[in-house]
């Protein structure tokens, strides 16, 4: 009898401590999910500024030093197969490019959950661990390449003029300098 006794409270335990890991574990993926998820966007923007980079270092090799002004121009020229593929959520409409040429920029999504905050904030809080600034002030109303002025830096998040940080910005841009 007291070995069924003994028996039914180590079952009655092992469950309980099957139910506090489950509980801890859960409670971490949901953290840590946003948090991955947040890393493989800054790391897919990252890859297609590198990849656009590269493309007009070819273009402006062919080309005596001068830089592709569209995504057109590099796609129809054969230095792009196709304009990079998007991270789903994390941006609002498409890269673009200034007209000389000299930077791409993206707008990021600044539309806020509960739980994780915006992509815009998830994405921009990553960029310095891959070597970007953040909180890039924009110097008008739309990323210029003045903005990469930070020696060694070729790409980070600009936010809009009246803003200090990405929590309290209207507008944030992933931008890099081609």
Same mark, same amino acid.
Request: net charge negative.
């Given at each position: 009898?007291?070995?069924?006794?003994?028996?039914?409270?180590? *079952?009655?335990?092992?469950?309980?401590?099957?139910?506090? %890991?489950?509980?801890?574990?859960?409670?971490? &993926? /949901?953290?840590?999910?946003? #948090? /991955?998820?947040?890393?493989? #966007?800054?790391?897919?923007?990252?890859?297609? %500024? #590198?990849?656009?980079?590269?493309?007009?270092?070819?273009? /402006?090799?062919?080309?005596?030093?001068?830089?592709?002004?569209?995504?057109?121009?590099?796609?129809?020229?054969? &230095?792009?197969? %196709?304009?990079?593929?998007?991270?789903?959520?994390?941006? *609002?409409?498409? $890269?673009?490019?200034?007209?000389?040429?000299?930077?791409?920029?993206?707008?990021?999504?600044?539309?806020?959950?509960?739980?994780?905050?915006?992509?815009?904030?998830?994405?921009?809080?990553?960029? +310095?661990? &891959?070597? =970007?600034?953040?909180? *890039?002030?924009? /110097? =008008?109303?739309? +990323?210029?390449?003045?903005?990469?002025?930070?020696?060694?830096? $070729?790409?980070?998040?600009?936010?809009?003029?009246?803003?200090?940080?990405?929590?309290? %910005?209207?507008?944030? $841009? &992933?931008?890099?300098?081609?």
């Amino acid at each position: 009898m007291f070995n069924l006794i003994i028996t039914m409270m180590s *079952i009655v335990l092992m469950g309980m401590m099957s139910m506090v %890991a489950l509980s801890y574990a859960g409670m971490i &993926f /949901s953290k840590k999910g946003s #948090q /991955s998820a947040a890393r493989a #966007q800054a790391v897919a923007l990252l890859t297609n %500024a #590198q990849q656009v980079a590269g493309a007009q270092r070819a273009y /402006s090799a062919r080309n005596s030093g001068n830089l592709a002004n569209s995504y057109a121009v590099l796609t129809e020229s054969g &230095f792009l197969r %196709a304009v990079p593929q998007l991270p789903v959520d994390a941006v *609002i409409g498409g $890269w673009t490019m200034s007209t000389d040429g000299m930077i791409s920029k993206i707008p990021l999504n600044l539309d806020r959950t509960e739980q994780t905050g915006s992509a815009a904030e998830r994405i921009c809080e990553l960029v +310095p661990d &891959f070597g =970007g600034q953040t909180n *890039i002030p924009a /110097s =008008g109303p739309v +990323p210029s390449v003045s903005d990469l002025v930070v020696d060694g830096v $070729w790409f980070g998040c600009v936010v809009d003029t009246a803003a200090t940080s990405v929590e309290d %910005a209207t507008q944030v $841009w &992933f931008v890099h300098r081609n």
